[in-house]
Nanobody, 119 residues
Framework: QVQLVESGGGLVKAGESLRLSCAAS????????MGWYRQAPGKQRDLVAV???????DYADSVKGRFTISRDNAKNTVYLAMDSLEPEDTAVYYC?????????????WGRGTQVTVSS
């Protein structure tokens, strides 16, 4: 069973930066899309950023120009660099990895890491 473990969350002030990491428990499978999502209290989980295996990226409008997603295919790890953080970025951040290595597409989720931005 593949597990994803996020790290790098924390409490910061507005304008500061954080870097999140998410690593799969094994490198013995091919990851297609990797993504970061976030969920604020009382709200639905929304896409923040996604990156394909080839490196194409897409971002939510609210984070464009401030967040950068990247990946290391050899390590099955995805990163999210967050700059100019705003209180509205406060949420639990989850990573997701998708694969068809074993047949039909499977999505794996991490347990989440809390990001809190104070004003």
């Amino acid at each position: 069973q593949v597990q994803l473990v996020e790290s790098g969350g924390g409490l910061v002030k507005a304008g500061e930066s954080l870097r999140l990491s998410c690593a799969a428990s094994t490198v013995n499978f091919r990851v297609d899309d990797m993504g970061w999502y976030r969920q604020a209290p009382g709200k639905q989980r929304d896409l923040v950023a996604v990156i394909t295996r080839g490196g194409n990226t897409d971002y939510a409008d609210s984070v464009k120009g401030r967040f950068t997603i990247s990946r290391d295919n050899a390590k099955n790890t995805v990163y999210l660099a967050m700059d100019s953080l705003e209180p509205e970025d406060t949420a639990v951040y989850y990573c997701k990895m998708s694969t068809v290595t074993w047949g039909p597409r499977r999505d794996y989720w991490g347990r989440g890491t809390q990001v809190t931005v104070s004003s």
